[in-house]
T-cell receptor
Framework: GAVVSQHPSRVICKSGTSVKIECRSLDFQATTMFWYRQFPKQSLMLMATSNEGSKATYEQGVEKDKFLINHASLTLSTLTVTSAHPEDSSFYIC?????????FGQGTRLTVV | AQSVAQPEDQVNVAEGNPLTVKCTYSVSGNPYLFWYVQYPNRGLQFLLKYITGDNLVKGSYGFEAEFNKSQTSFHLKKPSALVSDSALYFCAVTREGQGAQKLVFGQGTRLTINP
């Protein structure tokens, strides 16, 4: 089956620093990837749609300068949380669609201290 | 626009009993419907999908779901629950033909199987 790999699985950073999260499709090409944020005991909130070779499409209310997305190849999308603050602490998940269904990375637990 | 509703935040079932996790959807056109499961601090795992064909679809770990067009529902079921089925379950929908478009998720249902 299709595999999406997300790295790192867990990261702790200091307030004011930036953190990069990688999402790779291992056995298929993904022109589109999706980045979600999940708060405790809540559903997935779509942050943005990452488009290979072009700008990402951000959902309403998501700061594009805060959450930088780069989709430089058909197998890699990155999410950079810039100048992170404690309120950015969350669980971030990427996904890509192969066949009709979507496949998800294992998620990244970001803690900003 | 598509939407998904999971009316129950929490479902508790005794081990060995049948379980049902409810999902209703709204979409213009033919729906593609999915169920995913999430374990703590993990991403979502695909369980099953309905695209076309038989209304009863079978998926991973003994789960199945029934597509009901008239009731716009896609309830997840399992004949005999296991404690290891305890997790967070998400229903999702997209519209036929939206090849690379996003899935719309329900709010999730926490399933707890009691020994």
């Amino acid at each position: 089956g299709a595999v999406v790999s997300q790295h790192p699985s867990r990261v702790i950073c200091k307030s004011g620093t930036s953190v990069k999260i990688e999402c790779r499709s291992l056995d298929f090409q993904a022109t589109t990837m999706f980045w979600y944020r999940q708060f405790p005991k809540q559903s997935l909130m779509l942050m943005a749609t990452s488009n290979e070779g072009s700008k990402a499409t951000y959902e309403q209310g998501v700061e594009k300068d805060k959450f930088l997305i780069n989709h430089a190849s058909l197998t890699l999308s990155t999410l950079t949380v810039t100048s992170a603050h404690p309120e950015d602490s969350s669980f971030y998940i990427c996904s890509a669609r192969a066949r009709p269904e979507a496949f998800f990375g294992q998620g990244t637990r970001l803690t900003v201290v | 626009a598509q939407s998904v509703a999971q009316p129950e935040d929490q479902v508790n079932v005794a081990e060995g009993n049948p379980l049902t996790v409810k999902c209703t959807y709204s979409v213009s056109g033919n729906p593609y419907l999915f169920w995913y499961v999430q374990y703590p601090n993990r991403g979502l795992q695909f369980l099953l999908k309905y695209i076309t064909g038989d209304n009863l679809v079978k998926g991973s770990y003994g789960f199945e779901a029934e597509f009901n067009k008239s009731q716009t529902s896609f309830h997840l079921k399992k004949p005999s629950a296991l404690v290891s089925d305890s997790a967070l379950y998400f229903c999702a929908v997209t519209r036929e033909g939206q090849g690379a478009q996003k899935l719309v998720f329900g709010q999730g249902t926490r399933l707890t199987i009691n020994p």
